[in-house]
């Protein structure tokens, strides 16, 4: 069964840092394009980055560029996210998933928390 | 940005009803060379994470039930489902992969009556 597991999570103050981890069963992870994906209290869904197979090229939404850092081990089957300079906006459960360009497998979540 | 607006914001309808959620992009999200539209449909239910439902503007996912189907080319699409069943309330969200930064809309809720 194809499953994606994230973890890190948690309360941070403003200007903090967290790193949100990703591991991947059922699959190769090494064979898919991979993001993270967040969602707000009461807000849409919002693409933050993505990551090529081999590292090559990732890209991020406008509002976390500079402060967050998008990188795999594939050798661990793992996907990451470094948070640094977090916001009170950043406020959010991070979800991690499987990149068609469509999103086809979806982790259960974990939520970051920014606030002093 | 490509902006993705739905609509309605909510619907309740009625078991075994048809239900229609609209969705609007801000730019044509049809890909000349291949004739593809990027768009996806995602069904959320409280507490859990988002479930694909549809892609490629009308392409269902595998173990997505027939009454559930999408339509539409380059900038305004929907989502039907058809013999609408309690398990069908949800959050349903829209979602173009033309370009990135990868855009939803804001969701429409559909409860069952």
């Known amino acids: 069964e194809v499953q994606l597991g994230e973890s890190g999570g948690g309360l941070v103050q403003p200007g903090g840092s967290l790193r949100l981890s990703c591991v991947a069963s059922?699959?190769?992870?090494?064979?898919?394009?991979m993001s993270w994906v967040r969602q707000a209290p009461g807000k849409r869904l919002e693409w933050v980055a993505n990551?090529?197979?081999?590292?090559?090229?990732?890209y991020y939404v406008d509002s976390v560029k500079g402060r967050f850092t998008i990188s795999r081990d594939n050798a661990k089957n793992s996907l990451y996210l470094q948070m640094n300079n977090l916001r009170a906006e950043d406020t959010a459960v991070y979800y991690c998933?499987?990149?068609?360009?469509?999103?086809?497998?979806w982790g259960q979540g974990t939520p970051v928390t920014v606030s002093s | 940005d490509i902006v993705v607006t739905q609509s309605p914001d909510s619907l309740a309808v009625s078991l075994g009803e048809r239900a229609t959620i609209n969705c609007k992009s801000s730019q044509s999200v049809l890909y000349s060379s291949n004739n593809k539209n990027y768009l996806a449909w995602y069904q959320q239910k409280p507490g859990q994470p988002p479930k694909l439902l549809i892609y490629?503007?009308?392409t269902r996912e595998s173990g997505v039930p027939d009454r559930i189907s999408g339509s539409g080319s380059g900038t305004d699409f929907a989502l039907t489902i058809s013999g609408l069943q309690a398990e069908d309330g949800a959050v349903y969200y829209c979602?173009?992969?033309?370009?990135?930064?990868?855009?939803f809309g804001q969701g429409t809720k559909l409860e069952i009556k």
């Open positions: 059922g699959f190769t992870l090494s064979s898919y394009w």
């Open positions: 979602q173009q992969y033309y370009t990135t930064p990868y855009t």
């Open positions: 490629w503007a009308s």
């Open positions: 990551i090529k197979q081999d590292e090559s090229e990732k």
């Open positions: 998933v499987r990149d068609l360009a469509y999103f086809d497998c």
